[in-house]
């Protein structure tokens, strides 16, 4: 288990940019991939965006592609996000996890789970 502490959620019009980060606990940190999730009222939690151990492979879903970018820093125990190009349809609570291993698209394949920032957006 790892503890997870997501930041930097916020209002932003549609267009604008966001920057959220995850702390971790752990020095273990680059044993494990990271990725975001999300979920806005009435909907599942979707997979947004994995990247590797390493930080060397990185994954998005369709609709973030060209628009997000997932980074990691292992000497600092944090993983980033960056929205770019914000459209009221990312609106949603955006939630860190952890798995060790690998990467995956799947939220039941995460064992740590962060507690969550909210992303408004507006129109």
């Known amino acids: 288990q790892v503890q997870l502490v997501e930041s930097g959620g916020g209002l932003v019009q549609a267009g604008g940019s966001l920057r959220l980060s995850c702390a971790a606990s752990?020095?273990?940190?680059?044993?494990?991939?990271m990725g975001w999730f999300r979920q806005a009222p009435g909907k599942e939690r979707e997979f947004v965006a994995a990247i590797s151990k390493s930080g060397g492979n990185t994954y998005y879903t369709d609709s973030v592609k060209g628009r997000f970018t997932i980074t990691r820093d292992n000497a600092k125990n944090t993983v980033f996000l960056q929205m770019n190009s914000l459209k009221p349809e990312d609106t949603a609570v955006y939630y860190c996890a952890a798995r060790a291993g690998s990467s995956s698209y799947s939220a039941l394949e995460y064992g740590s789970w962060g507690q969550g920032t909210q992303v408004t957006v507006s129109s």
């Open positions: 752990r020095r273990t940190f680059s044993s494990y991939a």
